[in-house]
Structures are given as C-alpha cells and as structure tokens.
C-alpha cells in the first residue's frame, strides 16, 4: 500500500511565478490536509480538504493561495505569483476519517518550495 | 488561542540514555494527541493517544497522556544513533492538527 505520494519534492520558482503542488492520499483515504513549515519553525495548517469540498481553510493565507481535491485526480495546493516568504517545505497528510472516529493523518514526504 | 508547547527545544545524550520528551496543550475541540518522528523528511507517526493514563508502548518508546495536566510524555529507552531525531506533539482538534515546535533530539556513539 503505496504512502502520501507529493510531486514535484523541490520546486523553484522565480518571484511572481505560479507553483503548483501535488498530493495524492493513501488508498482508501479521502481526506487530505495541508501543512507548512517554514525555516526554523514548526508544522502550521494550512487547510483541510474532502472530496471535491474544502472542510477548513482557516490556516491559508487570504490571498494568492487556493487549494482543490477533485471528485479524480490529486489534491493541488497552488500558489500565484509567488513571494521569497514563501520559501518553505510543505506537507500533505491523509486520513480515512470513517464517521467520526479519531484519526490519525500520515504524512507525505513534503515539497521543498524555493522562491528565488 | 491553541497552543501546544514541547520541552526541551533540544537535547543531546549519549547512546544507552533514557530520555523523557515533554507535550503539554491548551487546545479547544481536543480529540487526540499525537506524536510524530521527522527526520530531514515526512513525519513519521509514532503514537496517537485518546484516553487518559493509559501507556502505549512500541519498542523502546512509550508515551502516555494526562487530560487533567493537559500533558503527554515520550519516553526512549536505551536511545540508539537513530533516534536522533526531531519529535513532534500535535493535538488534533476539529480535523486539524495542531503542533508543537519539536524537539530535536541528538544521540551520540
């Protein structure tokens, strides 16, 4: 049973690019979270996702970052026109969240944006 | 607003030392704690704890919640070079999770 599966692992981006990160949940999961960490500090979410519906965005900035998970296909966490602060790693997790129990979220293993 | 808090930042201690890692929380919505190993890469998931005063144990590591102190302990037996490591506590409320700031734990031979 394969993992979180993220793509690209790095990615640089010049100011004012677009980046396009990618999450793909563990089979059988259909929830995913967003996380990121910036140099020196710890795991922040960002926002918490189920098919085809944002659950909670409350961890994402206001502007210039959105984030999908379509009814097929991977989760994209994008960011438009990009800033050197956000340099950071950025995490994906699932869960199976199965009515109501407690759940643990696995991690991915992360995608290093560099802003240059 | 929601804070979990980890002590020591860090640590250094030699191969065969037990060490005792530090969670404590304040967090609205509690529904579980959980402890996570990362090192240069994904977090790891260790433990996840719900009850009060009940021991989970995997190996050399075990850890235990107390509601009432709104606190949890990890405890490493007999570390090994490949505990070094940086531990995370997170507290999962509503869905999200909600982490400390690590410690960064540091074994030598």
């Known amino acids: 049973n394969a993992g979180v599966m993220q793509n690209p692992r790095h990615l640089v981006r010049r100011r004012g690019q677009e980046a396009r990160l990618r999450c793909s949940p563990m089979k059988g999961h259909s929830h995913v979270y967003w996380y990121r960490q910036l140099p020196e500090e710890g795991l922040k979410f960002m926002v918490y996702l189920q098919k085809e519906n944002i659950i909670d965005e409350s961890g994402m900035p206001k502007e210039r970052f959105s984030a999908e998970f379509p009814k097929e296909g991977p989760s994209i966490l994008r960011i438009q026109q990009v800033v050197r602060g956000d340099s950071a790693a950025y995490f994906c997790?699932?869960?199976?969240?199965?009515?109501?129990?407690?759940?643990?979220?696995?991690f991915g293993p992360g995608t290093r944006l560099t802003v240059l | 607003e929601d804070k979990v808090v980890q002590s020591p930042l860090s640590l250094v201690v030699h191969e065969g030392d037990t060490v005792t890692l530090n969670c404590s929380y304040e967090?609205?919505?509690?529904?579980?704690l959980l402890w996570y190993k990362q090192e240069k890469k994904a977090p790891t998931f260790l433990f996840m704890l719900?009850?009060?005063?009940i021991e989970k144990k995997s190996g050399r590591l075990s850890s235990i919640l107390d509601k009432k102190e709104l606190s949890s302990i990890l405890n490493i037996t007999a570390t090994q070079t490949g505990d070094s490591a940086i531990y995370l506590c997170a507290v999962e409320a509503r869905g999200k999770l909600i982490f400390g700031q690590g410690t960064e734990l540091s074994v030598k031979p």
């Open positions: 719900t009850s009060s005063g």
């Open positions: 997790a699932s869960s199976p969240r199965q009515g109501g129990w407690v759940d643990t979220q696995y």
């Open positions: 967090v609205t919505n509690f529904r579980s």
